[in-house]
């Protein structure tokens, strides 16, 4: 392993250029100086602001991104041109922390396929092309386009070769994600020793692309080969698969600085709040599995998982969410247990007996299992399912029902009496109230329905909803509740529970007139 006398690992980021080339990503001005700003707060050491020569919205980006944001260096790319790097610079001059960012493909099929140059003219080229940068700006940044598709030795050459002209950083980008990490170590090595040799004022960099989902792997594996750079944009945009992801280095180093022995300067607390200013003005949604900022990054449903997560956040989480601007999140789905359901009642000031606890456990599970997630709101509506509960004399075990508008609606549904099941099926006009008419079969009560309501819980093809009944036998008025996914059983559910809370009231009566 390389060693290098500073443990300070630079931030480059690259989102506003490299992650800007994402297909159908379009920032304005106003959209760049807003994350350049974000990103200021974030504390990345340097901004590649865009590429001025590319455009004059860029230039008009670059230039306001000099002129309006402090702190990090800003820095803009620039071809060999004479003229790239002149438009550079001018974009540059409002900020005393100015970087020109000079590249150049050195690989056989760039120089032969596009630059139609030779080996002289390529070092030729990067040779005035760095002296020419360094007219305007102390700190100059040289790219070998395509390095890890470039013979090794011509990589070294040309890198040589930017040093002695004035070059401050030396950047081996892999432009394709050609790279795998023990070949990368190979020549970041190299490039380390043969390159940098005794400048101790040069540092090494890297800038690898995703094609092969190797990019922060071989980005980190060239700090322990002596990159004291990494080059990355937020969420890993960038061309094609993308760039190493910024927040993935920071993350990574700074979790595991025991292994890297490299300090960074970041705000981690800003990193979620960069990722999502960076989604939402880009368009490009965050995939919910992604690393440090994806959904379900901090995200725990498996019951084992919440159980340990609950007892002790180290159990399964390596890294501290707050640490990042976000926040643990227990999952409540299929695959929960008692303890992360005990978590979130407690959380909502619920407070319910063993019994009550159960029946309203196990309806969550019967939901969550159609579902998948359960939100606090389908919670609450579980639990308020079961309020005033009086003990079922009746159970509704399940409902089928069929209909449609060329068949009169059936509804048949299955109870537990007695410890008994029996079926009953009726016709009804539309399905609820053919469940509503099995049902008064089997309690044997001539219910009327005073009040029917339906409340969406969530959104989406599988909402949950709660059914709230009110009936009237006699004179006497009963209430019930009902919670799924699916708008007739939540009905039947409410229903029976109308229609049970009205035979134990029957029973009661019954029993008084007896005495």
């Not at 994600?177 to 940098?196: K, N």
């Not at 109870?415 to 044997?444: C, H, K, P, Y």
């Not at 009902?482 to 529970?497: L, P, Y």
Request: proline content about 3%; some cysteine.
């Amino acid at each position: 392993m390389a060693t290098d006398s500073s443990d300070r690992l630079i931030i480059f980021d690259t989102t506003l250029r490299d992650g800007e080339q994402a297909p159908g990503i379009a920032l304005s001005p106003d959209d760049k100086v807003a994350i350049a700003h974000q990103l200021a707060r974030l504390k990345v050491d340097v901004i590649e602001a865009g590429f001025a020569a590319s455009s004059p919205g860029d230039f008009e980006a670059v230039s306001r991104i000099a002129a309006e944001v402090e702190g990090p260096v800003i820095a803009s790319l620039a071809r060999t041109h004479p003229d790239d790097i002149d438009r550079a610079a001018d974009a540059l001059q409002a900020t005393s922390r100015k970087r020109i960012h000079v590249f150049i493909s050195t690989s056989q099929i760039h120089r032969e396929q596009m630059l139609r140059m030779s080996e002289d003219e390529v070092l030729a080229a990067t040779t005035e092309s760095v002296r020419r940068a360094r007219r305007y700006a102390d700190d100059v940044e040289f790219s070998p386009q395509d390095a890890t598709r470039t013979h090794p030795d011509f990589v070294i050459e040309s890198c040589r070769r930017a040093v002695e002209a004035g070059a401050t950083t030396i950047n081996i980008p892999d432009t394709v994600g050609y790279a795998v990490p023990s070949d990368f170590v190979a020549l970041m090595q190299r490039v380390y020793g043969e390159v940098r040799g005794g400048n101790e004022d040069v540092i090494i960099s890297t800038h690898c692309h995703n094609d092969l989902g190797l990019a922060v792997a071989n980005s980190l594996s060239a700090i322990r080969a002596g990159a004291r750079q990494i080059e990355g944009a937020i969420n890993g945009l960038g061309e094609r698969a993308g760039n190493t992801s910024t927040e993935e280095i920071i993350m990574a180093v700074k979790t595991r600085q025991d292994y890297f022995g490299v300090e960074v300067g970041a705000d981690t607390t800003e990193i979620f709040e960069t990722s999502r200013l960076v989604s939402r003005l880009t368009g490009y949604p965050i995939q919910y599995n992604k690393a440090i900022v994806g959904r379900n990054a901090f995200a725990h449903e498996s019951g084992i998982h919440q159980h340990g997560v609950l007892r002790h956040r180290e159990t399964y989480e390596i890294m501290d969410p707050t640490s990042i601007g976000h926040a643990s999140a227990i999952v409540l789905g299929k695959h929960s247990g008692r303890a992360a359901f005990a978590d979130a009642l407690q959380k909502m000031d619920i407070a319910l007996e063993d019994e009550d606890f159960k029946r309203a456990f196990d309806r969550f599970k019967e939901l969550a299992d159609r579902k998948g997630e359960i939100s606090e709101e389908g919670i609450r509506a579980i639990v308020t399912e079961k309020t005033g509960y009086v003990g079922d004399l009746i159970e509704l075990v399940g409902i089928h029902f069929s209909g449609g508008n060329q068949e009169v609606p059936v509804a048949a549904v299955t109870v537990r009496r007695n410890g008994d099941e029996i079926e009953v099926t009726a016709e009804g006009d539309g399905m609820v109230n053919a469940s509503f008419a099995a049902l008064q079969q089997v309690f044997d009560i001539p219910a009327m329905l005073l009040d029917y309501r339906v409340s969406p819980l969530t959104s989406g093809a599988d909402a949950m909803a709660e059914v709230n009944v009110i009936i009237q036998v006699g004179p006497e008025t009963f209430s019930g509740r009902g919670v799924s996914t699916d708008v007739v059983e939540g009905s039947a559910r409410a229903f029976t529970g109308a229609l049970n809370k009205a035979l134990v009231d029957k029973h009661a009566v019954g029993a008084e007139g007896s005495n």
